[in-house]
């Protein structure tokens, strides 16, 4: 469980600006100069934009590093149960003790100026990694990318960009051109950049901005291939051929992130090349992202089912997580759903009806910005789907497990409904 000193801390800083997102870099400079420019004494940094995706790949980017016999810091965001999930030192979560101390440092140097919560914690991260040894610094964006908190390092080793899709139009543009543009905010002149699987108007966009910068593109398609062939993985590129076990992440679109993962990897030239291919695949974990909940208090509700557990939250992530309950073994297959009142809840429910039987609709506990259940059913309906709602998950269960209790269960639509879910099903 979290500490009360970091907890106390974070919420101080939650009350330094009005808004929680406010896309700028000014106060993130001050801030690091204030510290002594931390960002400055970081190893080698492996910076990851994109919509979908980032997070997986950063995971296996990770395990392979450490399969190399190497150690990597890692930025991750959001948390899910605790804070604490954000800032891996050297391989490990951080500890409470260090946490604390370098929250107190950066509120202290920060001095009561106005700065997002996002922007204050980036910075605490930053000052962490750059006080430990470790062989690489992996920074997955919060938010866009140009503008993002994380985009504060002149030189890194290599960017990465996943796959670009239509979300947080609010803060990134309508289209998805100008959406890959903020993506595209990341490269660096004469840094490589690994990119994704991408739709032709995004990777357009992401190689002018390449050309202008000077930034060797190793792309998807050209420069590196990935697929599944006789369940298998195999992945080419210049250098040879790669054929490995499917990946330990579940769903076929974890084969493309695994692709741009081993690409990264061999781009680094790490030691025991083999081994960190190998390890990227097989040894990578990312919770909530079609996770399988198999003990704990949510989990002994539905004794004779499945429970699974996703975060995904835009139309992208609804094919994806479509995909992936197609490739389990038949079973009937219910959802409970909440989003957030920011997101398209109809385009990402769409491709779930044709591989569901029904929709529980919550909204999601604590979180203010919650799209009400009511209006989750709505939108299901709409596709539809059967739908109704709960009070809760715990409730949504009970109701499922009595009407048919072999099913199989996927709790989705948000990453703040994930992190709800794990925190529950932990509880005694």
Not at 37 to 53: E, F, M, R, S, Y
Not at 341 to 364: C, E, F, W
């Amino acid at each position: 469980m979290t500490g009360a000193a970091s907890d106390a801390i974070l919420q101080r800083m939650m009350a330094l600006h009005p808004k929680v997102i406010d896309l700028t870099l000014d106060r993130v400079w001050r801030l690091l100069a204030a510290l002594g420019d931390p960002q400055k004494a970081l190893p080698p940094v492996v910076h990851i934009a994109g919509t979908n995706g980032k997070g997986s790949t950063l995971a296996m980017i990770r395990a392979g590093i450490e399969g190399a016999g190497l150690v990597a810091h890692a930025y991750t965001s959001p948390h899910l149960a605790r804070f604490h999930e954000r800032i891996r030192v050297a391989g490990t979560l951080i500890s409470e003790p260090r946490l604390t101390a370098v929250l107190d440092e950066c509120y202290a140097a920060n001095d009561g100026d106005t700065i997002t919560y996002f922007e204050i914690t980036t910075c605490a991260a930053l000052l962490a990694f750059a006080r430990s040894p470790a062989d690489y610094t992996l920074l997955e964006v919060g938010l866009g990318g140009r503008l993002d908190a994380t985009n504060v390092v002149d030189r890194p080793a290599l960017t990465v960009i996943t796959p670009v899709s239509i979300d947080h139009q609010q803060f990134l543009g309508d289209t998805l051109p100008q959406i890959a543009g903020e993506k595209a905010g990341i490269l660096k002149r004469g840094v490589p950049c690994i990119v994704g699987p991408q739709e032709p108007d995004a990777l357009e966009v992401i190689e002018d901005r390449a050309a202008r910068v000077g930034a060797p593109l190793l792309a998807f398609g050209q420069h590196w291939h990935v697929g599944e062939e006789h369940g298998r993985l195999i992945y080419q590129d210049e250098t040879g051929l790669c054929d490995l076990p499917l990946p330990k992440l579940p769903g076929p679109h974890q084969v493309m992130n695994a692709g741009t993962a081993l690409a990264a990897l061999r781009h680094l030239q790490l030691p025991r090349p083999d081994a960190a291919a190998e390890a990227a695949i097989t040894r990578a974990d990312w919770p909530a992202r079609m996770q399988r909940l198999t003990q704990g208090r949510l989990a002994a509700m539905l004794p004779d089912g499945e429970l699974w557990l996703d975060g995904g939250h835009n139309a992208s992530a609804g094919l994806a997580v479509a995909a992936a309950i197609g490739r389990l073994p038949p079973r009937r297959t219910y959802l409970i759903c909440g989003m957030l009142n920011t997101k398209d809840v109809t385009g990402y429910l769409a491709p779930l009806a044709p591989v569901t039987q029904g929709l529980i609709a919550l909204s999601i506990p604590g979180e203010t910005n919650t799209l009400p259940a009511e209006t989750t059913a709505d939108a299901a309906r709409t596709v539809g789907m059967t739908a109704q709602i709960a009070a809760d998950a715990g409730a949504a269960l009970r109701s499922i497990a009595a009407s048919d209790p072999g099913a199989r269960v996927l709790i989705c639509g948000s990453l703040y409904l994930a992190g709800a879910v794990l925190r529950e099903n932990a509880e005694a």
